[in-house]
């Protein structure tokens, strides 16, 4: 469909006749942009707000499932808790308990 739009849009809006002012041509391609700029921060406001969203599942799920039968690190309370599940901070690198 692009390749359509992209096909018959030049002839229509970029025509010798309008030269040297192109008035439609630019109209064009000034509202083009904008719809353009607006979706873009539209996906990305989209694609944050879901990661954000999966991130704060996850993270729940994984203090139900961590917390629910062992005793709580005194390592991951309040501001310090970790945010990576691959790291611990209660296991030292050689796989030890922190007590």
Request: proline residues 4%; negative net charge; glycine residues 6%.
């Amino acid at each position: 469909m692009a390749y359509v739009f992209q096909a018959w849009l030049p002839l229509v809006v970029w025509q010798q006749v309008d030269a040297p002012e192109y008035r439609k041509g630019f109209i064009t391609v000034t509202v083009l942009s904008v719809i353009l700029i607006v979706s873009t921060f539209g996906a990305q406001f989209l694609h944050t707000g879901e990661k954000l969203w999966k991130g704060n599942q996850s993270r729940e799920a994984e203090t139900e499932d961590s917390f629910s039968d062992s005793q709580e690190c005194p390592l991951l309370t309040g501001a310090h808790r970790v945010l990576d599940s691959e790291v611990d901070p209660c296991f030292l690198k050689d796989g030890r308990k922190v007590q």
